[in-house]
Nanobody
Framework: LQLVESGGGLVQAGGSLRLSCTAA??????????IAWFRQAPGKGREGVSC????????NYADFVKGRFIISRDNTKNMMYLQMNNLKPEDTAVYYC???????????????????WGQGTQVTVSS
């Protein structure tokens, strides 16, 4: 399973972006996989941002994005989203989506809990 992210770009502080994630092969259904978003800023380690169960019934957020980011999914379109609002310069990073079969999902934001990854999309927030 390979994932593909899109929606990154350059935005001013206070602005919004919506990231999308789907399977690289359109025929691969993700509706039995939990999805998470991670990010990695230059010179820093990868950190968990948010995750969502296969049904969408459970979500989890890192403290630094609570109240600003919203994770969602549309299984009918095989799409997962990260709506990012009130962006700050410190949100600048490469953002990755990751997946794990839902039976192994724990709500964790640890990267080791996820098996499948995308290549990432760059988000740059200017001050």
């Amino acid at each position: 399973l390979q994932l593909v992210e899109s929606g990154g770009g350059l935005v001013q502080a206070g602005g919004s972006l919506r990231l999308s994630c789907t399977a690289a092969k359109a025929t691969f259904a993700l509706d039995n996989h939990a999805i998470a978003w991670f990010r990695q800023a230059p010179g820093k380690g990868r950190e968990g941002v948010s995750c969502i169960s296969a049904s969408g019934g459970h979500t989890n957020y890192a403290d630094f994005v609570k109240g600003r980011f919203i994770i969602s999914r549309d299984n009918t379109k095989n799409m997962m989203y990260l709506q990012m609002n009130n962006l700050k310069p410190e949100d600048t990073a490469v953002y990755y989506c990751a997946a794990v079969p839902d039976r192994f999902y724990s709500g964790s934001l640890e990267s080791v809990e996820y098996d499948f990854w995308g290549q990432g999309t760059q988000v740059t927030v200017s001050s």
